[in-house]
């Protein structure tokens, strides 16, 4: 028996890119699982593997003992980027993080089964930072987030996805937000949208997000029932419908402020136990340093000496550097740095240092362009153009096609401004919203191995 299917993607046509159409003239099981994996690999692509924008915090190395703020004396435990993918036992990982240094993702967790009671199973209320962005794509069974992460007070936004921070979509059975310590997002806004039951009630979201120049999307169903707190909330606004969103009076900004309204530290990120003596940072607006263990840590806007700033929220020694697998850096402002990976224009390189052991840095490149060949690429979207970032020859072929209006050509400028010779052949096509050729200026050799057609 033999299935005919059309496959249509919407977005091509500058249409809800959501719709993929599949008409069958026979109900065989494989074709519909074949249509199955489709749409469900599709969304994990669009959605899973993001590829994050990552911008540093400028600071510089020197420090005074009167802008340090003191933090709680807790044994540290910071956790790297998580992904609790298609089973909600995979959230065990967040046990004990109480910074997680790169992005939370929760995707495809979703089952005929009700999920409800095993989401209620959980709560981590160590977790008060994510450096990174925080998505919920495609969850059933979770009514709140406000159960997980009861503390979560800071969303950095150090990498973002389309520029936000917060993205909760499709999951249908979230009825509120509920994060009533969330007192700041410092980078990207706030995406919610296509989600049957949720409210975000009188949530102040331009509060948590202020001082960008960002869009909060914030769709939700109509018939919300308002706030209704047994608590008296300061300045009428609410995390969920039982619960008040943690604002202070406007003079404080997002330092926060104590359980007595009054203003933290300007170091301060989120609130603070007290304003006097030994001041407790709930997050740090900049930089957090940990000198002695006895002494705690603190929170500063430059790293003191022999320190060097690391994921641009926080002081770590050269030991520790070598140990995360990092490189030392001289930014040109002469703030030393802790780099996963040497910025354009310098190249990682292992040298000996006075007591022999090797010391991992970033080298400048001369002329402050570093070779650097990459393989063959089809480019359809601003991660694929950000995959080519520094290549100085593509040992390959380069096709770009980006379908729709999006227009990537900043991206394709930073990411091709160095390329000097392609291999096998460039092929540009179905790309309306370039209008320019502008970030293939450095170009100067094509076709050497591999032409398309005789061209």
């Not at 069974?141 to 159960?147: A, I, M, N, T």
């Not at 209704?228 to 300061?234: A, D, F, P, Q």
């Not at 997002?254 to 001041?279: D, F, I, Y």
């Amino acid at each position: 028996m033999h299935d005919i299917c059309q496959y249509s993607d919407a977005g091509d046509k500058g249409q809800n890119k959501e719709n993929v159409i599949c008409t069958c003239a026979s109900s065989d099981e494989t074709s519909l699982k074949m249509e199955y994996f489709y749409v469900r690999w599709r969304w994990i692509l669009l959605f899973a593997l993001l590829v994050p924008e990552i911008d540093g915090i400028q600071a510089n190395p020197d420090v005074t003992e009167s802008a340090a703020v003191m933090i709680p004396n807790k044994a540290s435990n910071n956790c790297g980027s998580k992904r609790i993918f298609e089973s909600i036992a995979s959230i065990k990982q967040l046990q004990g993080c109480q910074v997680i240094e790169g992005d939370l993702q929760m995707l495809l967790i979703e089952s005929k089964d009700n999920l409800t009671s095993e989401w209620k199973k959980y709560t981590f209320p160590d977790l008060v930072e994510i450096t990174g962005y925080l998505l919920v794509f495609r969850v059933q069974g979770l009514h709140s987030l406000g159960q997980l992460f009861p503390n979560l007070t800071v969303i950095r936004g150090l990498t973002t996805h389309m520029n936000y921070a917060l993205i909760i979509w499709r999951a249908e059975d979230m009825e509120t937000v509920g994060l009533p310590k969330l007192t700041s997002i410092l980078r990207g806004g706030v995406w919610i949208d296509n989600n049957a039951k949720l409210c975000t009630v009188d949530t102040d979201w331009s509060a948590i997000t202020a001082g960008q120049d960002v869009e909060n999307i914030l769709r939700t169903k109509s018939n919300c029932v308002p706030c209704n707190s047994s608590e008296t909330c300061r300045l009428e606004n609410c995390a969920s419908g039982t619960r008040c969103q943690e604002k202070c009076n406007p003079e404080c900004g997002n330092r926060g402020c104590t359980n007595n309204n009054e203003c933290c530290p300007e170091e301060c990120l989120g609130g603070c136990q007290t304003v006097n003596g030994s001041t407790y940072c709930t997050a740090c607006r900049h930089l957090r340093e940990g000198r002695h263990v006895k002494e705690g840590s603190f929170c500063t806007e430059k790293c003191s000496r022999h320190f060097y700033k690391y994921l641009g929220y926080k002081c770590v020694t050269d030991l520790e550097c070598t140990k995360k697998g990092g490189y030392f850096h001289k930014a040109s402002s002469g703030e030393l740095e802790c780099v996963r990976q040497c910025p354009l224009g310098y190249k990682e390189e292992t040298n000996l240092g006075l007591d022999g052991q090797e010391v991992p840095q970033c080298k400048k490149c001369d002329g402050g362009v570093c070779d650097k060949t990459c393989p063959g690429r089809f480019v359809r979207n601003a991660r694929n153009a950000q995959a080519l970032k520094g290549c100085t020859v593509i040992n390959g072929s380069l096709e770009i096609s980006i379908p729709g209006r999006k227009d990537i050509s900043k991206t394709l400028m930073e990411s091709l401004r160095n390329l000097k010779e392609v291999t096998g052949y460039v092929r540009i096509f179905r790309s309306k919203s370039l209008t320019s050729l502008d970030f293939l200026s450095s170009l100067v050799a094509i076709g050497r191995d591999k032409l398309y057609g005789d061209k």
